[in-house]
């Protein structure tokens, strides 16, 4: 099963993740990148991937098991 992340020691807070595929990602109160809830699977939604290419910092990683 995939699994998405990101590194909170690396990300910067663009909010790129966010931009690209909202359904899986989101801010937390400081501005910074989080993989929402139940969302760690990618939940298919092929915005994911994009979104770590998106990422300035490369704080996105998407691994498949």
């Known amino acids: 099963m995939p699994r998405v992340s990101i590194d909170s020691d690396v990300c910067i ?3 790129q993740c966010v931009l690209t595929a909202p359904a899986v990602f989101d801010s937390d109160d400081d501005g910074f990148g989080l993989v929402r809830p139940g969302s760690e699977d990618g939940r298919g939604d092929p915005l994911a991937q994009e979104a770590v290419r998106a990422c300035p910092a490369q704080a ?6």
């Open 13 to 15: 807070g663009s909010g």
């Open 60 to 65: 996105i990683s998407f691994e498949e098991d």
